[in-house]
């Protein structure tokens, strides 16, 4: 027994709502759990005496004195204490930050700073500020590793698998202006379907405009939830090591500053990390933080 014409078109057009129901409830999962982490966010921003308004902007401004004036450790505790205390992230409280601790030669510091503004999807003036100051940042202690005598071939990975490089192949922002955009087009092809019944351009465009917007949807939904999962750190002291335990007397390896590692766990005073070679071991909870 085979289908009338209008039981299929029925079907299909039943189908394709159910994907785009299925995308939208996947990309508002992941929006709301993205909004969920970005709520401890201070409004404002700290940006060049932006958004930021009376005592973080003028915290932030005695920041930038402090710097020009070459008194950077301060400088760097008063643009550290507006994110500590005032909860602000942004990108070029970051970038200050970061410059502050390089010229304090605290340059694992500064890799983590860098690191954390290129996160939060900068303007791209300032992301390429960030970058490039996070180049020169590695380049330092490439530089320091080698004339100490380090023969092997220093460099710096991201740390992350599979499902991480995937999931982060667009930054959060364009991927949710990606999900809204084919959403909104599948839900215009199925209403034009609806509509003129007769025309069967309308329902074959929407089946790879569905697949593309549950793909992306899913995209999103897994770079939030690996950012909250998949721990990333940075080495930010001198004089690291990777020990097999959790004792300042298990046998250990050097593993320099600003080295980026996976944080696998953590207990009193130690952390569990995991080189980008697979090497996993334990170092003091002082000589790593988080990104």
């Not at 008063?78 to 010229?103: K, M, Q, S």
């Amino acid at each position: 027994m085979t289908r009338s014409p209008r039981r299929s078109r029925r079907a299909l057009f039943t189908a394709l709502l159910t994907v785009a129901t299925l995308a939208a409830w996947v990309g508002g999962a992941a929006a709301a759990e993205g909004e969920g982490r970005a709520s401890d966010t201070a409004p404002g921003a700290a940006a060049g005496g932006g958004g930021a308004q009376g005592t973080a902007a003028e915290r932030f401004e005695a920041g930038n004195r402090l710097y020009l004036q070459g008194r950077y450790a301060d400088a760097v505790r008063v643009y550290a204490a507006l994110h500590e205390e005032l909860r602000i992230e942004d990108p070029v409280l970051y970038h200050n930050l970061g410059d502050a601790c390089f010229r304090s030669e605290a340059y694992g510091s500064a890799i983590l700073y860098y690191k954390r503004g290129l996160r939060l999807d900068p303007p791209a003036d300032v992301a390429d500020a960030l970058t490039a100051n996070l180049d020169a940042a590695r380049r330092t202690l490439q530089t320091r590793y080698h004339v100490a005598g380090d023969k092997s071939q220093f460099v710096y990975a991201e740390a992350g698998g599979l499902v991480y490089k995937a999931t982060h192949v667009l930054g959060r922002t364009p991927l949710a202006v990606l999900f809204a955009g084919f959403w909104t087009v599948l839900l215009l092809l199925l209403v034009l379907r609806r509509l003129r019944p007769t025309s069967r351009g309308f329902g074959r465009a929407a089946v790879p405009v569905a697949l593309a917007t549950v793909l992306i949807g899913l995209m999103f939904w897994g770079q939030v939830y690996t950012d909250s999962t998949y721990r990333v750190g940075v080495i930010v002291v001198d004089a690291a090591k990777l020990r097999d335990g959790k004792d300042v007397r298990a046998q250990g390896k050097d593993i320099p500053e600003g080295m980026e590692v996976r944080i696998v766990e953590r207990d009193t005073g130690w952390t569990r990390i995991e080189l980008n070679s697979g090497l996993q071991g334990w170092v003091e909870d002082d000589a790593i933080r988080q990104i």
